[in-house]
Every structure is written in structure tokens, then in C-alpha cells.
């Protein structure tokens, strides 16, 4: 089955501050991407295999899967993402919005 992880989602001037519970997840079982200001997420927690027989198992292979939409453009080149004790930080900059400006004909 794939779980839902716990988010806080932030939004400032700039941009957009993204944390994600994933305890046990190493830095390459995550997935990460973003189409259509829509940020895509998927990771896993592998398990090993361990000697005996079994006295207690309660932990077991996970696997998290979550689609987080954003309000407005983002400049998906500048995203950064940062794994740390089980919290994924990710730092979402928003695009510059254009502004008015006349035109001159020549």
C-alpha cells in the first residue's frame, strides 16, 4: 500500500518552503518533480532482510506517494531540496510576475 507522508507547505513573497515527514528514507529512494505546478513526490523505505526467526516484526518496506498543487508559477530550474533526519526541505521560488509596461512604437 502507499501512505500519504505528513507536509507543511508555506507560502512567502518569494516562493514556496515545503517539509516532509520521511522517516527512514535514504536520499536515493526519493523521487522528486514538478509538471503543471503540480509538485510530484515518491520515496520508499527498503528493508533487510535479518537473520532468525522473527521475535517482534512490526516494520516493513514503505512507500509514500503525494501531489502537492501550487497556486501560481514557480521557476521549476530554481528548486532546491535538502534531506535531512527524515525531513525533505524544499524551497519552491516563485516565477517573477511580468509587470505593466508601455511600448513604444517606432
Do not use: H
Request: charged share 30%.
Amino acid at each position: 500500500s502507499v501512505n500519504r507522508p505528513k507536509i507543511d507547505l508555506y507560502e512567502t513573497d518569494e516562493g514556496f518552503k515545503l517539509t516532509v515527514d520521511l522517516p527512514g528514507v535514504e536520499k536515493e529512494d526519493i523521487e522528486l518533480g514538478i509538471k503543471d505546478n503540480t509538485l510530484n513526490l515518491s520515496a520508499k523505505v527498503n528493508m533487510t532482510e535479518e537473520e532468525g526467526k522473527p521475535y517482534f516484526n512490526e516494520r516493513k518496506a514503505t512507500k509514500y506517494q503525494r501531489m502537492v498543487p501550487l497556486p501560481c508559477s514557480v521557476e521549476a530550474d530554481e528548486i532546491e531540496a535538502k534531506l535531512e533526519n527524515g525531513l525533505l526541505s524544499v524551497y519552491i521560488p516563485k516565477t517573477t510576475p511580468s509587470t505593466n509596461k508601455s511600448i513604444t512604437i517606432e
